[in-house]
Nanobody
Framework: QVQLVESGGGLVQAGGSLRLSCAAS????????MGWFRQAPGKEREFVAR?????SYTDSVKGRFTISRDNAKNTVYLQMNSLKPEDTAVYYC????????????WGQGTQVTVSS
């Protein structure tokens, strides 16, 4: 079992930066793949970034967002630079076991609002 708590969301102007954090409790954090997803108003939740032994990103955030993790702190981060109004969404942290297909553990979400 993994419990996830996101923080770091807020209101920022276009072109600004935010860093989201996701603190995990439970055992063997380093063995989990971690991901960030987001859901904008009226839209379905979408994948943003993932980190295991490698990282991957959705095309719309490549070059602007960076996912990282600190296993000693049981924390995963999402550094978001050059933010755009279309990045406005609730951002969710998620975890899955290394051999699982789907992300089965989710945080409560943190709101990111980018003003133009």
């Amino acid at each position: 079992q993994v419990q996830l708590v996101e923080s770091g969301g807020g209101l920022v102007q276009a072109g600004g930066s935010l860093r989201l954090s996701c603190a995990a409790s439970g055992r063997a954090f380093s063995s989990y793949d971690m991901g960030w997803f987001r859901q904008a108003p009226g839209k379905e939740r979408e994948f943003v970034a993932r980190i295991s032994s490698t990282t991957s990103y959705t095309d719309s955030v490549k070059g602007r967002f960076t996912i990282s993790r600190d296993n000693a702190k049981n924390t995963v981060y999402l550094q978001m630079n050059s933010l755009k109004p279309e990045d406005t969404a609730v951002y969710y942290c998620a975890a899955r076991g290394r051999f699982e297909v789907t992300f089965g553990y989710w945080g409560q979400g943190t709101q990111v609002t980018v003003s133009s």
